[in-house]
């Protein structure tokens, strides 16, 4: 069974950052591609930033520059790194776990941004 948990969201005023975490249990973390989502209110979930197993990356063409992923396969964690945050990305952040058939989530974490 494969849990993730997410912290490090807060309220934090515009130009600010956050530095949010997921602790992912269960075996096989190196294998996993994760990913961070972030759901507004009204809008669809959509993909923030995302990192396969080899460590490459890719981000949302509105956090390019600002937000960092990473992976430490020797904690089982992966972090996302936002700087420069803006109102626009207040969201609940979530956690992704993906390997070939099987997806995890968890279960979210609130960040607020304020002008």
């Known amino acids: 069974q494969v849990q993730l948990v997410e912290s490090g969201g807060g309220l934090v005023q515009s130009g600010g950052s956050l530095r949010l975490s997921c602790a992912v249990s269960?075996?096989?973390?190196?294998?996993?591609?994760m990913g961070w989502y972030r759901q507004a209110p009204g809008k669809q979930r959509e993909l923030v930033a995302s990192i396969t197993s080899s460590g490459s990356t890719n981000y949302a063409d509105s956090v390019k520059g600002r937000f960092t992923i990473s992976r430490d396969n020797a904690k089982n964690a992966v972090y996302l790194q936002m700087n420069s945050l803006e109102p626009e990305d207040t969201a609940v952040y979530y956690c992704?776990?993906?390997?070939?058939?099987?997806?995890?989530w968890g279960q979210g974490t609130q960040v607020t941004v304020s002008s």
């Open positions: 269960g075996s096989f973390f190196r294998q996993y591609a």
């Open positions: 992704n776990a993906a390997l070939r058939l099987m997806n995890y």
